[in-house]
């Protein structure tokens, strides 16, 4: 999988928009980027996944630049129950024995 | 609720007994992990099975010993573990379609405490 970096932790205010970055400036053309998320305690939740084109579901935005090599996760009203770690994962769609691999992700500490 | 279920949520071992963790997952899918996750650590990918065979191994010592007799469940077998060991376990299950995995689904984990 290609490295990505993610602030350690962010804050955001109950209500507001998070906006979660990430860098994957190694991505290969075949690689999609996933983000998922762990709250406290429990096993990591899908969230959304992208290749080029932005996308939106009932959870969040994801946003990716041109070039690919950064990405956005926005979580448009946040709140208290988001408080998670937020994790970025670049990996292909299909790649025999590719695993999902996890780095530090951002801890996002939503406050009321 | 996720799909996949693992039982106990929370279980406190001393580093003489054998205990096992349970994961059952009822999604259909063909292919079922061991993750551990320690304080302050990324998780940790420890077995890979699919189609009930092991397909990954990540140097994991030989006193957890997973077993997978058939595709809905997957178990690991502890014993002699050290304090080190403690952490959070989590299984995950993922479908297998021409050589991608798809639709990773995480249960909610065994908090194993080693004594």
């Known amino acids: 999988d290609a490295k990505t970096t993610q602030p350690p932790s962010m804050d955001c205010a109950e209500g507001r928009a998070a906006n979660l970055p990430c860098n994957h400036s190694?991505?290969?053309?075949?690689?999609?980027v996933y983000w998922y998320r762990q709250i406290h305690s429990q096993g990591p939740q899908y969230i959304i996944h992208?290749?080029?084109n932005n996308e939106t579901n009932e959870m969040a935005s994801l946003i990716i630049t041109e070039d690919r090599k950064s990405s956005t996760l926005i979580l448009p009203h946040a709140t208290l129950r988001d408080t998670a770690v937020y994790y970025c994962?670049?990996?292909?769609?299909?790649?025999?024995?590719?695993?999902?691999?996890f780095g530090g992700g951002t801890r996002l500490m939503v406050k009321p | 609720e996720t799909g996949v279920t693992q039982t106990p949520r929370h279980l406190v071992m001393g580093m003489t007994n054998k205990k096992s963790l349970k994961c059952e997952q009822h999604?259909?899918?063909?292919?079922m992990y061991w993750y551990k996750q320690s304080a302050k650590k990324p998780l940790e990918l420890m077995f890979v099975?699919?189609?009930?065979?092991?397909?990954e191994n990540n140097s994991v010592p030989s006193r957890f010993s997973p077993e997978c007799p058939n595709s809905s469940h997957l178990f690991l077998h502890l014993h002699t573990l050290q304090p080190e060991d403690s952490a959070l376990y989590l299984c995950?299950?993922?479908?297998?379609?021409?050589?991608?995995?798809?639709?990773?689904?995480f249960g909610s984990g065994t908090r194993l405490t080693v004594v």
């Open positions: 190694t991505i290969s053309g075949n690689e999609y």
């Open positions: 992208g290749l080029k």
């Open positions: 995950a299950s993922s479908q297998e379609v021409a050589g991608g995995y798809y639709g990773y689904t």
């Open positions: 999604l259909g899918h063909n292919a």
């Open positions: 994962i670049v990996r292909p769609r299909n790649n025999a024995g590719n695993m999902l691999t």
């Open positions: 099975y699919n189609f009930k065979e092991q397909t």
